[in-house]
C-alpha cells in the first residue's frame, strides 16, 4: 500500500517534469504519506488558482523556517496562518501528512508536533490547500474534519468566519510570528472584543475596543464582497466592522484581515495585477480600513502599549502606528521599536551632594500627552512653578501641564502610554541631562568591560599584567577627566533660545532704539518676527565679558535656569563670534528709577508693593535657586515694572560673567557710591550681605520717593538720604520724610517707620548685623519682629 502510494506521487512528479522535493507542486488532492521538507527552494502545496501555497518559509536569511500558509504570488507579508503559533524550524524539518496525523519533524530535536488534534485525523482520506486560503483535512466523502480556517492565528480571510471563543493573536512583529501584545476575541457574550495581553503571558489585561454586541453577537463573518460584520443567530448584521462599499472591483483584489502587532486590526487590500506602488517600487499592500480609529488614544492600562514604555505613539489616519522616542532617549533596540526606549543621560541623582543632581533642563513636548503613571497632581499651578517642581525633584522623569486648567502632573519612570495627538491639551514637560550624548554611558561601560577582560587576561598570562595595570590606571584616569568636565552643563533646552546675530539684528532693526546702557552693555529694543512679534530687551555685552566660551555657556544656562515672578526672565542668547547678547523678555513699565523718581509720586501702597517684589526675588536668587547668584548691582535702574507693575529684578547673574568679583577697585565706583556695600572699598569678601545692603540703600529711596544722594539740596543735612532719614527716625519725625506724600502713606506711618527700621538694619557697616533675605523679607511683611536699628551712619565717614 505504501509503495503504492509513493509510486503513484513518483509517477505524478514525474509526468509533470517536476524534480522531487524542489518546487512547489501543483493542485492535486494530497494523499497520505505526503511529505515537505524544510530547504531554502521553498516547498509548498498549492491551490488550484496558485494563488495560495501550504509550505515551509524561510524567515530572516538565516533564520528558521515557519509553517504557513501564504498569499503566493505577494512577495512582502503573505504569510495568513502559521503553524505551532509561529514557532520557527531548523532546515530539514518535515511535514507529514500520514495516517497517524498531520505532524511536523522537528530535524534537530527529532520531535513531533501535531498540527491537527488527532482525533480529526481519524478517517483522513486527503488534503488539500483551496482557492480560499483554507488548508483542509477531509475524509473520503470530501467531509473537513479540520480547516486551518478554524484555528485563526492573525488573520482572517474572505469567507471565514470567527465563531464565538475564537481568538486571533497579533504576532510579535511584521517579521516574528510568534505572539505578541494583542488579541481579538469573539467572546462567548457576542461582544468583539480588542485586548492587551500580560506579555508575554496570554492572560487578558484590559481591552481597548468592542462592537459591543454582548447578548446578539454571534458570528464574525467576512463575506466575499469584503465586508466584515458581527451577525446574530439568525444571520442579521449587528456591527459593521468594515464596509467595502468604496470598492469599485472585489475580484479585482486580494483582500485580508489582519491584527496587527501594533494592535490595530486592519482590512487591507491589493490589487491582482497592480498591488498599490509604495514609494520604495516594490507592491505592497494597501489599508482599506482599521480599529480602533487611534489606537495610541485607545490604549490606556498598565502595559507597554503599541510602542513600549517610554516611547511616543503617533497615529496616521493613512497608514501604519509611528513610535518616536522623546528628546534625550533613544531605542532600546533600533531593531525592535516595540521594545521602546531608554534614557541616553544619566538619570537625576537624588544625592544633593552627587554630580548627577543638577545639570538638568526640561524640554518642551507640545500635544503631547502621558495619561497614566502620575505620582504627583498640582492645581491651579502656573507652567513655571510646575517646571520648576519636577526640575527639583529626582523623581520626576516629566511634567504634564495643562494651561486650560492650570494642572501639573509628575510622573517617574518607565513613562506609559506616551501619544502625541494635536486635540489634547496637554504638553509635556521632559527632563533631560543638559548634556546629552551617550559619551558617559558608553565610557562607563568600556571600562567595565576593559576591567573583565583585565582580570582575565591576569589569570591566564601572568606576564601581561604590568601592562593592563598601567592600560587600566590611564584608562580610569581618563574617565575621570571626562567626568569632571561633564559636570558643566551646556545651555541646551527648552527654556532658553540660541539666537543667531542675523536674527537679533533683525529684531532690533539694526540696534537701532537704545533702551538703556551701562558699563559693560547696551539694551536695545527688539520685536521677535518668529515670535508673533513679541517684545524684547537685547543686550550686548561688550568686550569685558568672558572670553571664554564654555564658562560664558555654563554662567547663561545658570541664568536661563531661574524662575520667580519677581526676575525678569532670560528668553534666550547669541553666542557667536566676539558677540556675547542677552535677550530678556521686555519689561512695558520701565525701571523703578524712573517710576520712583519722575514727575508725580507713585501711591505708597505701590511703593511698598514694589519693595516686597524686590526682596522676594533677592531671597530667590539668595536661597532658592539651585546655585546662589549674588547681584552685585541692585540699584532702581535694575529694577524693571511689568504690565502690572510688578517689580521685576533685571541683570541677575550678569556679575559673574563680567568677571566682577573682589578686585574691584573704589575708583570705578567715583560718583556712583550709595548702594554699593563698604566690603567693596576693604579687601572683605564678599557675600550676599552686599546685595543686602544696596537693597536697604534701595528701600530708603522707594520709601522717600528720592535719590540717596541730591547735590542740589538747600539743607546740607538732607543731601545723604540715609542720615538724613536716620535723623528724622530718632527725632521722630518721620512726617518730614513723606511732606508731599499721599494721605494713604499719612495714614500709614507705623508701616512706614518699620520699613526704616528694616532699612537701616540692612545697610550697617558690619556684614554680620545685615539681616539675610530671608529675615527681610518676613520683616516686609510683618511676620517677623524687628528691634531698633543702631546709627548706621558711620559708613559714610568711610566712604567719602
Ligand atoms: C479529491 O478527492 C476527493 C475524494 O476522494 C474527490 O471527490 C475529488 O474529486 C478529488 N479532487 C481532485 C482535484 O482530485
Ligand atoms: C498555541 O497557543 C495556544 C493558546 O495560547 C495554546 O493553547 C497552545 O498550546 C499553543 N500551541 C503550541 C504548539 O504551543
Ligand atoms: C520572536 O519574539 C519572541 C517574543 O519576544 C521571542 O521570544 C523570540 O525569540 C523571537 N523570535 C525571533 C526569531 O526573533
Ligand atoms: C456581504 O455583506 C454585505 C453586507 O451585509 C452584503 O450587502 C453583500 O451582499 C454580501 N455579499 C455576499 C457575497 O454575500
Ligand atoms: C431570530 O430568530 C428567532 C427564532 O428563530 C426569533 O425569535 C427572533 O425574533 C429572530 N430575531 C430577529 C432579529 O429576526
Ligand atoms: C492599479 O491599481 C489601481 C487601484 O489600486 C487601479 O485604479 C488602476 O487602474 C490599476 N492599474 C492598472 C494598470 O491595472
Ligand atoms: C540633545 O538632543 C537633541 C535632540 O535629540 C539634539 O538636537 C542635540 O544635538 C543633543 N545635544 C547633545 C549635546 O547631544
Not at 476575541?185 to 459591543?212: A, E, R
Not at 523718581?597 to 501711591?603: A, D, E, I, L
Not at 548691582?633 to 560673567?657: C, E, M, W, Y
Amino acid at each position: 500500500m505504501a509503495f503504492e502510494l509513493t509510486y503513484s506521487l513518483c509517477f505524478l512528479l514525474i509526468l509533470l517534469h517536476l524534480p522531487l522535493f524542489t518546487t512547489s507542486q501543483p493542485y492535486q488532492n494530497i494523499s497520505l504519506g505526503s511529505s515537505l521538507v524544510a530547504q531554502d527552494d521553498d516547498s509548498a502545496w498549492l491551490s488550484p488558482s496558485e494563488e495560495f501555497a501550504f509550505g515551509f518559509q524561510r524567515i530572516g536569511n538565516d533564520g528558521g523556517f515557519l509553517l504557513a500558509i501564504r498569499f503566493n504570488k505577494i512577495q512582502k507579508n503573505n504569510v495568513v496562518w502559521s503553524a505551532i503559533n509561529g514557532s520557527l524550524f531548523q532546515k530539514g524539518s518535515t511535514v507529514e501528512f500520514t495516517v497517524d496525523g498531520f505532524f511536523i519533524k522537528d530535524s534537530e530535536t527529532g520531535n513531533q508536533q501535531f498540527i491537527s488534534d488527532q482525533t480529526a485525523a481519524n478517517g483522513v482520506a486527503y488534503a488539500a490547500m483551496l482557492d480560499t486560503g483554507n488548508f483542509v483535512l477531509a475524509n473520503k466523502n470530501s467531509i473537513n474534519l479540520w480547516e486551518s480556517f478554524h484555528y485563526p492565528t492573525n488573520t482572517i480571510l474572505p469567507t471565514q468566519t470567527l465563531s464565538q471563543g475564537n481568538v486571533l493573536y497579533a504576532s510579535y512583529s511584521e517579521t516574528n510570528y510568534s505572539k505578541g501584545r494583542f488579541q481579538l476575541n469573539l467572546q462567548f457574550d457576542g461582544n468583539l472584543v480588542l485586548y492587551t495581553t500580560h506579555f508575554p503571558l496570554d492572560t487578558l489585561n484590559s481591552g481597548y475596543w468592542s462592537t459591543k454586541t454582548e447578548g446578539s453577537g454571534f458570528q464574525v463573518v467576512f463575506n466575499m464582497s469584503g465586508y466584515i460584520f458581527v451577525t446574530d443567530k439568525n444571520g442579521s448584521v449587528v456591527y459593521t466592522v468594515s464596509d467595502s462599499d468604496k470598492m469599485a472591483s472585489v475580484k479585482d483584489y486580494y483582500q485580508r484581515a489582519t491584527l496587527d502587532s501594533d494592535g490595530v486590526f486592519r482590512h487591507y487590500v491589493y490589487h491582482k495585477s497592480n498591488g498599490s506602488f509604495v514609494e520604495t517600487g516594490t507592491r505592497a499592500w494597501s489599508t482599506f480600513s482599521f480599529q480602533p480609529p487611534n489606537v495610541c488614544i485607545a490604549i490606556e492600562d498598565r502595559g507597554p502599549g503599541p510602542c513600549g514604555f517610554n516611547s511616543i505613539c503617533e497615529h496616521d489616519d493613512q497608514g501604519p502606528t509611528i513610535c518616536r522616542c522623546p528628546q534625550g532617549y533613544t531605542p532600546i533596540d533600533v531593531n525592535d521599536e516595540r521594545k521602546g526606549c531608554k534614557q541616553k543621560f544619566i538619570p537625576q541623582s537624588c544625592d544633593e551632594s552627587s554630580p548627577e543632581s543638577h545639570g538638568f533642563v526640561l524640554a518642551e513636548m507640545p500635544y503631547t500627552d502621558w495619561p497614566n503613571g502620575d505620582y504627583e497632581h498640582f492645581q491651579p499651578v502656573d507652567e513655571d512653578w510646575c517646571k520648576k517642581s519636577c526640575l527639583g525633584d529626582c523623581f520626576c522623569a516629566i511634567a504634564i501641564y495643562n494651561s486650560d486648567q492650570q494642572d501639573c502632573y509628575k510622573k517617574g519612570i518607565p513613562l506609559l502610554n506616551g501619544r502625541n495627538d494635536n486635540s489634547t491639551p496637554w504638553k509635556s514637560l521632559i527632563k533631560v541631562g543638559a548634556d546629552n550624548s551617550t559619551s558617559k554611558y558608553g565610557k562607563k561601560k568600556e571600562i567595565s568591560a576593559l576591567v573583565l577582560v583585565g582580570a582575565a587576561l591576569m589569570l591566564i598570562i601572568s606576564y601581561l599584567l604590568i601592562f593592563i595595570i598601567t592600560y587600566l590606571f590611564f584608562s580610569r584616569l581618563y574617565s575621570k577627566q571626562a567626568k569632571t568636565s561633564d559636570l558643566y552643563p551646556v545651555v541646551q533646552g527648552f527654556n532658553l533660545k540660541r539666537f543667531t546675530y542675523m536674527e537679533l539684528k533683525e529684531a532690533t532693526e539694526g540696534f537701532k532704539e537704545e533702551l538703556g546702557r551701562g558699563g559693560f552693555a547696551t539694551v536695545y529694543k527688539g520685536v521677535l518676527a518668529s515670535d508673533n512679534g513679541k517684545g524684547v530687551a537685547v543686550k550686548r555685552l561688550d568686550s569685558m565679558v568672558r572670553e571664554n566660551d564654555f564658562e560664558f555657556k555654563a554662567e547663561v544656562s545658570m541664568i536661563g535656569g531661574t524662575s520667580h515672578k519677581n526676575l525678569v526672565k532670560l528668553l534666550g542668547f547669541c553666542n557667536e563670534g566676539q558677540h556675547r547678547i542677552l535677550v530678556y523678555e521686555f519689561m512695558t513699565n520701565g525701571s523703578l528709577s524712573s517710576f520712583l523718581f519722575g514727575n508725580s509720586r507713585p501711591s505708597w501702597y505701590q511703593r511698598r508693593e514694589i519693595a516686597l517684589g524686590t526682596a522676594r526675588g533677592l531671597r530667590y536668587l539668595h536661597e532658592e535657586c539651585s546655585s546662589q547668584i549674588i547681584h552685585c548691582d541692585i540699584k532702581p535702574q535694575n529694577i524693571l515694572l511689568d504690565d502690572s507693575f510688578t517689580a521685576r529684578i533685571a541683570d541677575f547673574g550678569v556679575a559673574k560673567l563680567l568677571k566682577m568679583d573682589q578686585t574691584r577697585t573704589t575708583t570705578r565706583f567715583r560718583g556712583t557710591k550709595g548702594y554699593v556695600a563698604p566690603e567693596w572699598f576693604k579687601s572683605l569678601p564678599v557675600t550676599v550681605k552686599a546685595d543686602v545692603y544696596s537693597f536697604g540703600i534701595l528701600l530708603l529711596e522707594i520709601i522717600c520717593c528720592r535719590k540717596h544722594y541730591e547735590e542740589n539740596m538747600q539743607d546740607e543735612e538732607q543731601m545723604i538720604l540715609a542720615d538724613w532719614a536716620y535723623g528724622c527716625y530718632e527725632q521722630k519725625k518721620l512726617h518730614l520724610l513723606i511732606k508731599n506724600d499721599d494721605d494713604e502713606a499719612k495714614e500709614d506711618i507705623k508701616n512706614m517707620e518699620l520699613f526704616l527700621m528694616i532699612a537701616f538694619w540692612c545697610i550697617q557697616e558690619d556684614p554680620s548685623l545685615r539681616p539675610t533675605m530671608s529675615k527681610v523679607t518676613p520683616m516686609l511683611e510683618g511676620n517677623l519682629e524687628v528691634s531698633v536699628p543702631p546709627n548706621p551712619s558711620s559708613l559714610y565717614v568711610l566712604s567719602k
